[in-house]
């Protein structure tokens, strides 16, 4: 079974500048979630979305963040302008149902690691 | 959502049993008690997971105490692939349920060949 896939791995940008990140989660996957780690830290979550829809999008710092997931199933995060303590690994994951579930595992990619400069 | 308290780091020595404690004295009745580790440039994965009764799995076994307010996870016989960021994380899947999971700071397991 293919795992969540995530692309770029690496990214340097300079302060600013805008950078996007792409995730493909597990086929059939209803609900992806958009995690922020940053050095040292726990992953924190940014948003999930349950098919298309936004579920929780409360950590999202929405003046210089946006996702979207179009047709429920890949999903980009841009950052745009990007500031120096955005730099972190971003990680997304994936899970069959999400809201509602009882125990469900969450599958997760490897991660972009950004760095502002 | 309710609070889990794990030891910063613990270190043990290879092909030896490890027990990771997780305290959660604030656990509720719906509260799960699930268990994430991340490898090194890695996203978390799944260890395993339980609510009352002690779990196993060919990965590792979940000793939950009997009042719920503390759990230890047990690797049973350490390899230097099992270093790595071990989270105890609690997951309410009562009405609010959104199917996210919190993580916390983690516990960082070194294993010494």
């Known amino acids: 079974e293919a795992g969540v896939a995530q692309s770029p791995r690496y990214k340097i940008i300079e302060k600013r500048q805008s950078v996007a990140f792409w995730c493909n989660p597990i086929s059939g996957h209803a609900t992806l979630y958009w995690y922020q780690q940053i050095l040292g830290q726990g992953p924190k979550l940014l948003i999930q979305f349950q098919n298309n829809g936004v579920v929780d999008d409360s950590q999202l710092p929405k003046d210089r963040f946006s996702a979207e997931r179009l047709k429920g199933v890949d999903s980009t995060l841009k950052i745009q302008p990007a500031k120096l303590e955005d730099s972190a690994v971003y990680l997304c994951a994936s899970s069959l149902i999400g809201q509602g579930a009882t125990n469900e595992k969450l599958f997760f990619g490897s991660g972009t690691q950004l760095s502002v400069l | 959502d309710a609070k889990t308290t794990q030891p910063n780091s613990m270190e043990s020595n290879e092909e030896e049993p490890v027990h990771l404690p997780c305290n959660h004295s604030t656990i509720s009745g719906t509260d799960y008690i699930h268990w994430y580790r991340q490898l090194p440039s890695q996203g978390p994965e799944y260890v395993i997971h339980?609510?009352?009764s002690n779990v196993n799995n060919r990965m590792a076994s979940l000793a939950i105490a009997e009042d719920r307010k503390s759990s230890t996870l047990i690797l049973h016989r350490a390899t230097l692939r099992d270093a790595a960021v071990y989270y105890c994380i609690l997951r309410d899947i009562g009405s609010s349920n959104t199917g996210k999971l919190i993580f916390g700071q983690g516990t960082t397991l070194q294993v010494k060949p």
């Open positions: 339980g609510l009352t």
